[in-house]
């Protein structure tokens, strides 16, 4: 976590970001707990310029600001792997597109790398994508895993910052 001090909210809008899907999910607080409110995709058109489909992931991610006016945003950090560094330049891309837009919009923005919700949402850091969707699946009292991944990862990183801040606000 980076930039958004751990203050109780409501409305939890996790970003799995990408530049050609980048996911998103709305997490309420309930009495009962997290409840899963909204999730989905927004795409850029790969046959575009790299300008034209970064401003598209802006323009995707500020509608869902102005609709579901959350309290906060959890993205997911950029993470490097010697096997794909053009990878995480591209997802920066993305990453750069959301956190404008939510600036712009005036909400919050807390960081996580992908080990830290690994390890906080199925309690192993290095967890694979299916523990994850499992995870959440059992969290939220799911008859079947969120799908696609991008929605999951995107309510991984809310669920991520939602039960942080419960323990530190205890």
Do not use: W
């Amino acid at each position: 976590m980076d930039d958004e001090e751990l203050t109780p909210a409501t409305r939890y809008l996790g970003i799995d970001p990408g530049l050609q899907r980048t996911g998103y999910a709305l997490l309420e607080q309930s009495a009962k707990g997290p409840v899963l409110c909204e999730g989905g995709i927004i795409r850029s058109n790969q046959e575009m310029n790299l300008a034209a489909r970064v401003h598209e992931i802006a323009s995707g991610i500020r509608e869902v600001i102005d609709e579901y006016r959350p309290d906060v945003m959890v993205i997911e950090q950029v993470f490097t792997t010697p096997k794909f560094p053009k990878s995480s330049i591209i997802m920066a891309h993305a990453r750069g597109a959301i956190l404008f837009a939510a600036h712009d919009a005036g909400v919050p923005v807390a960081h996580y790398t992908p080990t830290q919700i690994k390890r906080l949402i199925t309690g192993n850091g290095r967890a694979s994508k299916e523990q994850m969707q499992h995870a959440i699946k059992t969290e939220l009292g799911l008859k079947t895993i969120l799908e696609p991944n991008d929605v999951a990862d995107a309510f991984a990183a809310a669920l991520c910052h939602y039960h942080t801040i419960r323990v530190a606000c205890l």
